[in-house]
């Protein structure tokens, strides 16, 4: 004997909006994750012989430079470290907010940058970097 339901019987179906909702959260989680990986690489700072002309600097940044026998230049202009305190100082009271970028030669010792680097931190300047040459991309075989 067979026993029928009361209910109307209904067909199986697969819902997919919960699949969906699924796939996209799994999407997002994987993008985020992908965000924050990074690449360590290391890089070489040794950097070419600026040619430029004072017009190639923008007024907003201040470029320093430090070469291997330890000179200073700021822009393209040799200072000393007393001379360059007292400049930085003038410039960080209209915005310490300007970009300094500090570069040196692959030869320059770590403490004259460090020397630099504790100069424009000292006049109050927040956006301190240092700028290196990347290598070319070599592809993969």
Excluded: C, W
Excluded at 19 to 41: E, G
Excluded at 103 to 117: C, E, I, N
Aim: a positive charge; glycine letters at 2%.
């Amino acid at each position: 004997m067979k026993i029928r339901s009361p209910l109307p019987a209904r067909k199986n179906r697969l819902e997919i909006i919960p699949l969906i909702d699924v796939m996209f959260f799994l999407l997002a989680s994987f993008m985020m994750v992908s965000l924050t990986m990074t690449k360590q690489q290391t890089i070489k700072v040794s950097l070419p012989v600026a040619t430029a002309s004072q017009n190639d600097f923008k007024p907003d940044m201040i470029n320093l430079a430090v070469n291997a026998a330890g000179d200073v230049f700021m822009d393209t202009q040799a200072i000393t470290l007393p001379e360059l305190a007292r400049q930085l100082q003038q410039r960080s009271a209209l915005s310490a907010e300007t970009p300094v970028y500090i570069s040196g030669d692959a030869d320059t010792r770590h403490a004259d940058m460090v020397k630099v680097l504790d100069q424009a931190r000292r006049a109050g300047f927040t956006k301190v970097a240092f700028n290196v040459k990347a290598e070319p991309a070599t592809e993969a075989k």
